[in-house]
């Protein structure tokens, strides 16, 4: 018995060998260069796309499936899609008989992929008369062909990724309806992975260059990844980014990232913690070529100037980004730099699905205060709708605005709702309130007292002399209540208490053009200012409201202050005619007092 199964054991062993010989044998004869033709106008006949093999094919397998290929490229009717000068790929071949796949390297070397979505949203690697073909096939079929019409499922699962090198590799994306694109060269990842161990450490770099949003940057990855294909969950732990910012002005600080990144259902989910991000250093200069025909002709070449990109392409709000999001996740910064604008540990947590984004809460520190604010960006519609509930305590006034001419400690409850996606359009477009006061400030660009002096002193037809004023007027407090309206901001309740004097406001901001036409009404709550005796007060028009204009374009801080002539013109009428009735009041009752004796 025992024999017997010897026997049987070595006939088998006998017969898988001559098997594997055989096989061997067959595939040193087939050589699949020969077919490479073949295989080029196959695909032709099922993609519409020209396949080109210029290089040579070898491929074994046994005891693995392997196959490499050089000089492979693909292009449509007008253009390159890919290109690639060296592929590998290696496959357990005995798992695939239990519908699993285990891949031992897939190996990419310089590899070109070019991808356009054209305004019909077409991708150029989906030609005409495949879409023509499939078209026809439908209507004569009536059936949808979606629809699988043979309801067994083949499901097959990844057991292990042992090795993935990718090497040189470019990657091009533009959308021409949208207006956007982005660049990935000399990308390289390095990758190994084992189910079994459930863990895979990770290595990455590329240069990343995209036109909205505008960025240019150097990025190198590592960190630990873990995958469940089974649950579609993937996850990269331990991350340790660094983010060189790569723009023609020179190199600046590298901006650097560690934390949790993952993927679940398809949704982006991160954890992350970033170092001092200066958003100035990633905005790239670039050559735009004039369109001067002429210039060229005369002189031989063309002429070409450098702008920032926030010139050419000023979208701040990029709603064709927005509406592939979908993610949720937690990010905090050390600080974050934009101009002279400095943002301290500002934290965010974002939800992100459907084309809207809501933020919330967005915190920051800003110039010893803080800033606590929700914001909901809906880009379902072609422009996208930005609603901000913000609020705002000790915050320095003058660093906010990037003005001297106001400073103070600001507190504000803010709500803004706007539309578009460029600075100028979300301006226009600006509707809301703004509640606010300030403690202890200063207006830096106007003496108000001064001016109200000079006024008095015209009264008293008496000069001010050579007295010197000081620069600036400080107040105790100053309040109200801005509404915006298509990016005019109005207000009628202005109120300020300050040395001498109470002070109530009313007119508007054009935020669009960025001028200003507002008028100030004084009221001297002493008998003089600074005592002065040519500012010295009448009792009888002591409760007078003395007026002054602030007029002119924000930012200019001459003669943006002066006396408002027009309601002055007013007021002195109504002086004059006050002091004309007391002193015919008075010659009256010295009359009729010296009748009665």
Not at 16 to 41: C, R, S
Not at 108 to 135: H, W
Not at 304 to 322: F, G, M, N, Q
Request: charged share 20%.
């Amino acid at each position: 018995m025992k024999a017997t199964t010897k026997r049987i054991i070595y006939s088998l062993i006998i017969t898988l060998l001559v098997f594997i010989a055989g096989l061997m044998v067959f595939i040193h004869q087939i050589n699949l260069n020969d077919y490479k033709q073949k295989i080029e106008k196959t695909f032709f006949k099922k993609t519409g796309l020209h396949l080109a093999i210029n290089g040579k094919i070898k491929w074994w397998l046994f005891p693995n499936a392997e196959i490499t290929i050089h000089d492979v490229d693909i292009t449509n009717e007008k253009q390159k899609l890919f290109t690639i000068q060296s592929a590998t790929a290696n496959i357990g071949l005995v798992p695939l008989f239990s519908k699993t796949i285990q891949i031992n390297k897939i190996i990419l070397k310089d590899m070109y992929l070019n991808i356009i979505k054209q305004t019909d949203g077409r991708f150029n690697f989906y030609p005409n008369t495949v879409k023509a073909e499939t078209s026809q096939s439908e209507s004569i079929s009536g059936t949808d062909r979606t629809t699988p019409k043979n309801h067994n499922t083949f499901s097959i699962t990844v057991d292990s990724i042992q090795k993935i090198f990718f090497d040189n590799v470019d990657l091009f994306y533009q959308d021409v309806k949208e207006g956007q694109n982005f660049s990935v060269k000399n990308a390289s990842l390095n990758l190994f992975y084992s189910a079994r161990d459930n863990e895979f450490p990770l290595q990455m770099s590329a240069t990343i260059n995209s036109k909205q949003p505008a960025v240019k940057m150097d990025v190198k990855l590592q960190g630990v990844g873990a995958v469940d294909f089974k649950q579609q969950k993937y996850a990269l732990n331990d991350i340790n980014l660094v983010i060189k910012p790569n723009n023609v002005t020179g190199i600046k600080n590298n901006f650097t990232v560690s934390g949790k990144l993952g993927v679940e259902n398809e949704k982006l989910l991160f954890n992350l913690n970033g170092s001092q991000l200066n958003v100035r250093n990633f905005i790239p200069v670039v050559h735009e070529e004039n369109n001067a025909s002429a210039s060229e002709s005369a002189t031989g070449s063309s002429v070409t100037t450098e702008k920032s990109i926030e010139k050419i392409a000023p979208v701040i709000i990029p709603a064709a980004l927005i509406r592939t999001l979908n993610m949720e996740g937690t990010l905090r910064l050390d600080s974050l730099i934009y101009d002279a604008w400095t943002f301290d540990h500002p934290e965010l947590t974002v939800k992100a699905a459907n084309g809207i984004t809501e933020i919330s809460p967005l915190k920051t520190g800003f110039s010893e205060g803080i800033m606590i604010a929700t914001i909901k960006l809906n880009a379902q519609q072609t422009l996208p709708d930005i609603a901000v509930n913000a609020s705002a305590k000790g915050i320095e006034i003058e660093k906010l605005l990037q003005n001297t001419s106001l400073e103070g400690k600001a507190y504000a409850d803010i709500r803004l709702l706007t539309q578009g996606e460029t600075l100028n359009d979300l301006i226009k477009k600006l509707n809301g309130e703004v509640s606010f006061h300030i403690n202890q400030g200063k207006f830096n660009a106007v003496n108000i007292n001064k001016l109200v002096c000079d006024m008095i002193a015209k009264v008293n037809q008496k000069g001010t002399g050579t007295q010197e004023w000081a620069q600036g007027t400080p107040f105790e407090l100053l309040q109200g209540k801005w509404n915006i309206n298509d990016g005019v901001a109005s207000n009628n309740d202005l109120t300020a208490k300050l040395l001498s004097m109470d002070l109530h406001g009313d007119g508007w901001i054009n935020l669009i053009d960025r001028t200003i036409d507002y008028h100030l009404g004084l009221t001297i709550t002493g008998d003089s200012i600074d005592n002065n005796s040519a500012c010295k007060i009448n009792p009888r028009y002591a409760d007078i409201t003395w007026p002054i204009k602030c007029a002119g374009k924000l930012g200019e801080t001459k003669n943006l202050f002066s006396i408002d002539s027009e309601r002055f013109g007013l007021l002195l009428q109504k002086i004059l005619k006050q002091e004309a009735e007391y002193h015919l009041k008075k010659k009256l009752q010295q009359h009729f007092k010296g009748f009665f004796k």
